[in-house]
Every structure is written in structure tokens, then in C-alpha cells.
């Protein structure tokens, strides 16, 4: 074999494609977009982020985090996506986040820029009998996902919903302060409420008209992306201990926490528009407007994005996928992104890494390789090989992935110990690639 098929111009699929260019192997790239979007895309870009443009946290000096220290590997893998996504950051605090019409931009212009990828606008809807790369993501063609039923068996749906964006100009700013957590930078936008608006906001919340019925196969929600009102509904004061929590805002008219807030978060380069931060959600679009001008500060807000749910697909990786992300069944198929069973735009990413980095070693005749397990993207395969594929759930990087530690304690001392060794492990196994 001499060249591969990429299906899906996404994160995983663009990162697959550079990793193999880089290696010297011939890619075609086939991305169904401008021409077929997917409920959530808008462009025809690769790469396009369609919900949060926060990538998540980055290790700052003592603070490490699972997501840090995957980010701190994709950086040593010379990651097309990460680099491309630091040259497009916007002010976060301590996580990276970007604008996200540059990052596309770049990730595209360094993909068509590539003389060995073949980018090929059109959808793919067949299984297919070459070496390939399926990295179709969360949305998946229909076609496409009906064809791998045939060989992925059991398909795990599940629901996820993007939050509405802001444009920052509509926002009133006398009502609102901004600053970050306990005083960390000014990378946020707080909107305080007190007791009587925080309980009137829940109810408007719980009853507000949804796209699908309260009871709608609830329990298919991912925890981590869950609409604002399913936690809502869950009890008077989740919003206060979720995305509504106060710790450590001081409003600076009060020099007290409020009862609740709502946090926004730039969303573009030049911070004119704003995300509402964990305010993902599947209600009416009429709804949306009327529910969120309720916070304070945004009875005016002009809404660029509203919020969609959206389904997620994905296969039940322990039973389907061998140790190198490729189909048991067909293994000329390596699955790369969400599809695998991670869920994250940097997860989705790592998986693109390791099925380019493989797919490249069948092109040029040597082993497949396997990832360090003490490492975070050694961390992610070792979970979707090993967990009981009947309770299997897609899953974030976190730390209790990682290999356990003795006689270690406190969550600082052991984040620091696990990315002191992922570090040395991945440098070990670069350096033997
Ligand atoms: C609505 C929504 C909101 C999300 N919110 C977040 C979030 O806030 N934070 C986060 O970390 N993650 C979020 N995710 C998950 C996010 O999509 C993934 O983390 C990441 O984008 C997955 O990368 P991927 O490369 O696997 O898929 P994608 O980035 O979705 O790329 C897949 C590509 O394949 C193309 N494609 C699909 N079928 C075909 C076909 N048959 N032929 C050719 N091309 C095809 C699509 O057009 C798309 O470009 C969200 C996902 C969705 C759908």
C-alpha cells in the first residue's frame, strides 16, 4: 500500500493527514463540507470548532491538570492542531482558548498547503476496502454511520448541546464586572444575580418550551456537556454549584459573592463576541432569547449563535477497536476523533495523532507501535481498550486515567508526579520513533 483515505476533515482527520504528510505518505482527504453540513458546522473550513472555543486548561507553572499535561504530549508530537491553536489563542485565564474562524483558517491553509494531501469535497458513504482513516466525528453522515453498523455493531448515541454566543457590545455593561475566578486576570465577564432573580431565571429556565420532551432519553446526555436546564431540572440550586456558582467572584458594587452568576467568555480574537460559559442548551430558539435576556446585563443581548442539541456518535471502543484504533473486524480501518469514544476537541486530536502515526508505520512496512500507558494519550487507548464494554461511556482525559500511584497524596503533589512521568515516557518514545 502507498497512500490512505482520510474520511472527515476534522480535528483528528486533519491531524491524522499532517502526521502522515510530515512522514511522507500520500493522503486523500475527504471532507463533505461546504457542500453537506453537518447539523452544527457552518463552513467549509477544516477543522471548523463548532461549540466551546476553549481547548481546555494548559499547565502554568504548579498548576497541572490531565488536560495540561495532554496538551504539554501534543506539543512534543508536533501537533499540527495545537500549534495552529496557540497561534490562534484569545485571553482565557489559565486554559487555551481560541478564535476560531483564525484557527480554522490556519489549520486549512497548513493542510492545503501540504503537496502529498488530496483534499476531496465530497462525502464518503461506503465502508472502505483500502487502508483508511474514518474521522467522521460526532456527526457523522448519515450514510456513513448506517455502512458502519454493519461492522461497529452496538452504536452509542447519546446528546450533546452548544451554548449561545453574544455579541459583547449589547451587553450592559453597567450590571455586569468583570473578572476572573478569586481574582485570577479579567478574562471573564460576570453577570451577578441575587436570590429573587437567581429563583426567577430557574423557573423560567425549567419551564421554558424544549426542542425535545423533558424526559427525552435523559439518561443519553454526557455529563459533561449536559443543557443548562437538564441540570436545572435536577434540583432549585445545581445551577449554583454548576455553571451559576458564585466562589470566588466579588462584585465589586456589593464586595461580596452574589448568589449566582453567569460567567461569559470571549469567543473571538478581537473579544466582540462572547460565549455563555456551560450554557449549552436544546431549548427553542424563541425561548433562548426570552429565558437568557433574563440575566442581568443581557436584557438587550444581541444573540449571534443561538444553542442546538445535537447527537453524538461514537462506537463501543472495548468492543470493537484493537489496541492501535483499528476495527477488529476490518482491520485495514483505523477510527480516529470522538468517533473512538473520546469526547474533547484535544482527545479527539490525540486519537487523530496516534491513528496518523500508526497508519504512517503500515505505509512504510514497520510495527504498529503502542502509546506509553503512563502517558495521557497512552491513558485514553488503555480506556477505550479496557473498560467493560457495558458500562462503557466516552470519557475526557482526567487523571484518574493514568496508571495509579502509591503512597502519593493530594491532587497537586499527584498531577505534578503523573506529568513528570508522562513527559519522560513520551520523550522516551518519540525519540525510539
Ligand atoms: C455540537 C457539538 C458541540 C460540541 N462541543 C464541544 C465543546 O464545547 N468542547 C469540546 O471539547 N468538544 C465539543 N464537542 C465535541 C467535538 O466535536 C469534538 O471534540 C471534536 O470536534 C471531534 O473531532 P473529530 O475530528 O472527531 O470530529 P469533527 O471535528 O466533527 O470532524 C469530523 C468531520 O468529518 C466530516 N464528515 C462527517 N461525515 C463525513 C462523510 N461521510 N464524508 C466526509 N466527511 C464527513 C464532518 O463534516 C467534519 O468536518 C462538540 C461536538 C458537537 C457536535
Redesign the pocket.
Known sequence: MSSITI????????EAAYQLSKRGCEVSL????PN??????KTGM???????N???SENINERITASGILKEELELSDSLILSCAKESRVPAGGALAVDREKFSGLVTQRIESCANIHIIR????HLPEELAII???????D??AEAMKEIAGERIYFY????PVIMRESIDMSKVFVSGRYGRGDDYINCPMNKEEYLRFHDALVHAERNLPHDFERDKYFEG?MPVEAIAERGTNTLRFGPMKPRGLIDPKTNREPYAAVQLRQDNFYGTIYNLVGF?TGLKLPEQKRVFSMIPGLENAEFVRLG?M?R?TSVNAPAVLDEWLRLKERKNIFL????TGV???????A??LAAGINASMILEGKDLISWPRDSAVGSLIHYLMTTEPSHFQPM?INLGLFPELVNVRGKKERAKIHRDIAIESLKAFLNAL
Open positions: 474520511i472527515g476533515g476534522g480535528l483528528a482527520g486533519c475527504y471532507e463533505m463540507r453537506l453540513l453537518t447539523p452544527a458546522h477544516l477543522a471548523e470548532i463548532v461549540c466551546s476553549s481547548l481546555g465530497e462525502e464518503y458513504t474521522s467522521s466525528g460526532p456527526l457523522t453522515s450514510s456513513l450533546d448541546a452548544v451554548a456537556c449549552q442546538v445535537h453524538n480516529a476523533g470522538q468517533i469526547e474533547g476537541y484535544m482527545e479527539s486530536t486519537m487523530g475526557n
